[in-house]
């Protein structure tokens, strides 16, 4: 019988290792869990930019989730950049005739750098199929501006937002405030269709420079929820994992600042 916790990433990839399915599967191996892994976007980058990317052809997609059942469902899952509609509605339609956890759902659109990593109709896809069965969307404030079109530059208007966003079907909406500006609280909003809570951060100098932050934190949700923690637990522990993995945080190169997602892990486990 396997007791091994298992958690499955759906998204990009990043061949500086400091965000999508590279920094998930680190994430999860920093929180003690099994990570499988399906790449929907081959992502040419690095922590400074995105040169390019290559969606993933949706039976591609759908094949490497198909061969994983086969040996076994997850405990958890998240995604992350999908690219393109057809793989928005691939991954919904393998979360349905696969039983699988309701997931995480990072809505990665666009990349820090600028870059598109899913395409408008894919945002109406996602909006369609994918958020209403998430556990859980975690849009950064960009994100969360796009998908309640609504201007947010205050924590009242994040809470506002979330109950917007939530009304499209997923059951808890993170909102992560993190980028309001330095003379605001680094403030995160969680709202379950009953009540708000807010996860009170201290900033970190830098921090809003950081390269992959939202994949960490989604992943990290992911990971806890694959250890069985409910999820407003989950997402307490997953702010507290990026904050360990930022003030760890180190420079390659030229490029942003990458999060030590392993020495974060090991103060926790």
């Known amino acids: 019988m396997n007791l091994q916790p298992v958690a499955l990433t759906v998204a990009g990839t990043d ?5 999508g399915v590279q920094a998930d599967l680190k994430t999860f191996a920093a929180l003690g869990v099994y ?7 081959v992502v040419a980058q ?3 930019r995105v040169l390019s990317t290559a969606p993933m052809e949706s039976e591609t997609v759908s094949r490497q989730i198909g061969a994983l059942m086969m040996q076994m469902r997850p405990h958890a899952m998240k995604t992350g950049a999908l690219g393109e509609p057809a793989i928005v509605l691939e991954v919904a339609r393998a979360i349905e005739d696969f039983e699988l956890p309701p997931p ?3 809505p990665v659109m666009v990349s820090s750098s600028g870059a598109r990593l899913l395409s408008e109709p894919g945002e109406a896809a996602m909006r369609r199929r994918l958020l209403p069965l998430a556990a859980v969307v975690t849009p950064n404030l960009a994100e969360a501006q796009v998908l309640s079109a609504m201007r947010i530059d205050s924590v009242g208007a994040m809470r506002e937002a979330a109950r917007v966003i939530h009304r499209m079907g997923p059951r808890a909406v993170v909102i992560k405030g993190g980028h309001l500006g330095p003379d605001q609280p680094a403030v995160d909003i969680m709202y379950d269709g009953k009540r708000c809570v807010e996860f009170a951060g201290e900033r970190i100098g830098g921090a809003s ?3 992959g932050t939202g994949c960490a934190f989604s992943a990290a949700i992911a990971a806890w929820m694959a250890r069985g923690t409910e999820l407003e637990e989950a997402v307490r522990r997953a ?3 990026v904050a360990r993995a930022l003030k760890y945080a180190f420079q390659l190169g030229e490029g942003r600042l990458m999060l030590d997602h392993l020495r974060a892990g090991s103060e926790e486990n």
């Open 46 to 48: 690095n922590s400074a």
């Open 15 to 19: 061949p500086s290792g400091g965000a």
């Open 35 to 41: 990570g499988f892994s399906v790449v929907a976007v």
């Open 239 to 241: 702010k507290l994992f």
């Open 209 to 211: 420079g950081a390269h």
């Open 104 to 106: 995480v759902v990072d």
